[in-house]
C-alpha cells in the first residue's frame, strides 16, 4: 500500500485565482511527478523532481510551477488559473529508476 | 523517445469472460507497470514487470522485454474490472518518467 496524499481531491475555482495542489509521501521516496490527465485521456508528464532543491519540466508545456524543499513535499501551484487547466492532476513517486511507481488519488480541478 | 502502444483501444465483455490486453514498446525498457484506473480516476497498481509472468488473483501478467511486448491476462472478468487499464514504461536511456500508453478502456456488463 503506498502513502501518498493529495489535496483537495476536487477544486472549483474562478478564472485568475492562484491555487496550490498539495502532495507529500512518507515512504522516503526521491523521486517525484507530476502528470496532467484529460478525461478519458492518457498522462502526460509536467514536472518532476529527483530530490531535495531539483525541479525540472516535463513533456507537456505547462504554465504550473513546482518546488522541493522537503524531501516527502511536491507542491504544484498556479499563479493565475485558466479553464484550459481544468484537468486531473495526478501526483506520483518512487525510489530510484528502476522500482515501482506509486500514484496518489488525484486532483481534479474545474477552472469556471 | 520511447512509444507505447495499447491494444485494443476499446473491449465490451460479458461478466465471466476473459481477455488479453497488449501492450508493445519500441525501445528496451528497465521498468514496465501495469495500471488499472478506476471510475474515480485513481490509479491502482496492477503489477511492476520489466520481464517474466506474475499472477495475482484473477489476473496475470507476462512481458517479454527480448521481444518489446507485454500482455495483461483478465480471467473470469467482473463488474468492478471495468475502467482504463494503462502500460507505462521507463527506460534509462530515456530518462526522467514512467510513460504512459493511451489505454485500453474495459467495459464488463452483467
Known amino acids: 500500500e503506498a502513502d501518498i496524499y493529495q489535496t483537495p481531491r476536487y477544486l472549483v475555482i474562478g478564472t485568475g485565482k492562484k491555487i496550490t495542489l498539495e502532495c507529500s509521501q512518507t515512504m522516503g521516496h526521491d523521486k517525484m511527478y507530476w502528470y496532467q490527465q484529460d478525461p478519458g485521456m492518457e498522462l502526460h508528464l509536467i514536472h518532476y523532481s529527483y530530490g531535495v532543491n531539483s525541479t525540472e519540466k516535463g513533456d507537456l508545456s505547462s504554465e504550473s510551477t513546482v518546488s522541493r524543499i522537503r524531501t516527502e513535499h511536491f507542491p504544484l501551484t498556479l499563479e493565475s488559473a485558466r479553464p484550459s487547466h481544468t484537468s486531473q492532476y495526478l501526483c506520483a513517486s518512487r525510489r530510484g529508476f528502476n522500482n515501482e511507481q506509486f500514484f496518489g488519488p488525484g486532483t481534479r480541478l474545474t477552472v469556471l | ?110
Open chain 2, 1 to 110: 523517445g520511447i512509444q507505447v502502444e495499447q491494444s485494443p483501444p476499446d473491449l465490451i465483455l460479458q461478466e465471466g469472460a476473459n481477455s488479453t490486453l497488449r501492450c508493445n514498446f519500441s525501445d528496451s525498457v528497465n521498468n514496465l507497470q501495469w495500471f488499472h484506473q478506476n471510475p474515480w480516476g485513481q490509479l491502482i497498481n496492477l503489477f511492476y514487470i520489466p520481464s517474466g509472468t506474475k499472477q495475482n488473483g484473477r489476473l496475470s501478467a507476462t512481458t517479454v522485454a527480448t521481444e518489446r511486448y507485454s500482455l495483461l491476462y483478465i480471467s473470469s472478468s467482473q463488474t468492478t474490472d471495468s475502467g482504463v487499464y494503462f502500460c507505462a514504461v521507463f527506460s534509462n536511456q530515456a530518462g526522467t518518467a514512467l510513460i504512459f500508453g493511451k489505454g485500453t478502456t474495459l467495459s464488463v456488463s452483467s
